[in-house]
């Protein structure tokens, strides 16, 4: 499978275009239960009695009287059930038979979206990728998950920072705009083993997530005070490609025995690894998150300066890149 998937199809497009059409229009206030029932009256959806399910409130809605297109179902937490936390319509209730199939459902619904509300807010995944668009009072998510089913989910725009993708977490990476991104994390100070821990999850979900939308993605680390002594990688098609830079200025550190048997190649003065197909083994993100980090240790970085950066590419957008979970500062990419 090439990076470059078709617009994608399923289903009917134009009864998920009419379902944002209903949802993009409802006014939730403060998003309370009782704002929440009021708002959706009027379209004639009408909930049932509520269930706890592991900590949550959910109220499912009663047939032929919810979200024309999907199931949906309203979610508060148990600690305060009459504060709503998200609306969850599931739209494609179904496993995909392959990737090609998955990406086509869910890059039909980004379609739809784009054009009914124009360019996303950001993107994002961890389990599956998603794509988030904000909007005064309530942000609307759509996103992939459960190889092949998709969501579209309406979240309070004040909240919507933990309620992106599945579950409570943006995931391990996130791309927008500087504006729209937090401020970078102030710094945990964390040691080479569990860099590499993080390093190799952000991979993992980088190279899973991002042929999806389709795009592609490039990203740095390297020394805060010498922004010569650097190692980056990126994505190509379904590949990955890993690079020890620095040594082209410091090529008295490296190691060609060493580099050698870890299976990097020498290139044009260019110390360089792929590694095809990342997307579907996460093998691939396990070997490249340990080798990227020895040689950051061999460039003589000390895990207290180590900084990253990045960007996405694609959909006709460029975005910086995020990853939270990572535990390190993040630089202007370039800087």
């Given amino acids: ?16 275009r009419e379902l944002v059409k209903q949802v993009v229009h409802l006014d939730l206030g403060g998003w309370s239960l009782a704002e929440f029932e009021r708002a959706i009256s009027a379209p004639g959806w009408e909930l049932r009695e509520p269930t706890e ?25 148990a600690s305060t059930p009459e504060q709503v936390r998200r609306l969850n319509v599931r739209v494609v209730d179904m496993p995909a038979d392959d990737v090609s199939t998955a990406a086509g459902h869910v890059r039909a619904a980004w379609w739809v979206m784009e054009e009914e509300l124009g360019p996303p807010t950001s993107w994002g995944g961890d389990t599956g990728p998603w794509m988030l668009w904000r909007r005064p009072g309530t942000s609307f998510v759509v996103h992939l998950h459960d190889e092949g089913e998709v969501s579209l989910e309406l979240v309070p725009t004040d909240a919507d920072a933990d309620a992106g993708g599945r579950g409570d977490s943006r995931g391990s990476w996130r791309a927008a705009d500087p504006a729209d991104l937090p401020a970078a994390p102030a710094r945990a100070l964390p040691g080479w083993d569990e860099i590499q ?14 042929p999806f939308f389709p795009g592609r993605f490039i990203m740095h680390l390297g020394s805060a005070r010498d922004p010569m002594r650097f190692v980056q990688c990126w994505s190509q098609n379904l590949s990955l490609v890993v690079e020890a830079t620095g040594y082209v200025h410091y090529p008295d550190l490296a190691a060609p025995a060493r580099l050698a048997q870890n299976g990097w190649e020498l290139s044009h003065s260019l110390w360089q690894r792929r590694f095809p197909n990342a997307m579907d083994d996460a093998a691939h993100a396990r070997t490249a998150a340990r080798i990227l980090v020895e040689e950051l240790q061999s460039l003589g970085i000390d895990p207290a300066d180590l900084v990253y950066s990045g960007t996405t590419v694609g959909r006709g957008r460029g975005f910086h890149l995020d990853l939270p979970k990572l535990g390190l500062p993040r630089t202007h990419p370039g800087a």
């Fill in 197 to 210: 821990k993080h390093l190799y999850r952000a991979l993992r979900s980088l190279n899973y997530d991002i």
């Fill in 53 to 77: 399910v592991a900590g949550q409130i959910w109220r499912r809605f009663v047939a032929r009287k919810g979200p024309w297109g999907g199931y949906a179902t309203v979610i508060a937490d």
């Fill in 1 to 16: 499978m090439k990076n470059e998937i078709p617009r994608g199809d399923w289903l009917d497009v134009d009864i998920f």
